[in-house]
């Protein structure tokens, strides 16, 4: 069993920037897809980026140019870095992991438990 473990949320002025980690435990994760949603209050959950295994990226058009995904293989990791926050970046932010990739979170399998992040204006 796989479990996701996620931390570096928290509160920051509009233009600021914060870095989310998430840690992995139960197995090796390199051949999965390693990734993070959001979900704001009242909406549904949202993709924000993933990384494969070999290191290519993507992001939702919301939030490219702004955030960067990496991973360490050998840590079991994956990172965040959000620059230039937004307050319409202010959600809880969901660690995932999955052998699949897909932009719907119905296609992940693991997930931790989120980390909120505030942006203020």
């Known amino acids: 069993q796989v479990q996701l473990i996620e931390s570096g949320g928290g509160l920051v002025q509009a233009g600021g920037s914060l870095r989310l980690s998430c840690a992995a435990s139960?197995?090796?994760?390199?051949?999965?897809?390693m990734g993070w949603f959001r979900q704001a209050p009242g909406q549904e959950r949202e993709f924000v980026s993933a990384?494969?295994?070999?290191?290519?990226?993507t992001y939702a058009d919301s939030v490219k140019d702004r955030f960067t995904i990496s991973r360490d293989n050998t840590k079991n990791t994956v990172s965040l870095q959000m620059n230039s926050l937004k307050p319409e970046d202010t959600a809880v932010y969901y660690c995932?992991?999955?052998?699949?990739?897909?932009?719907?979170?119905?296609?992940?399998?693991?997930w931790g438990q989120g980390t909120q992040v505030t942006v203020s204006s």
């Open positions: 139960g197995r090796t994760l390199s051949s999965y897809v």
């Open positions: 990384v494969f295994w070999g290191g290519a990226s």
């Open positions: 995932v992991a999955d052998h699949a990739f897909s932009r719907a979170a119905k296609t992940y399998d693991y």
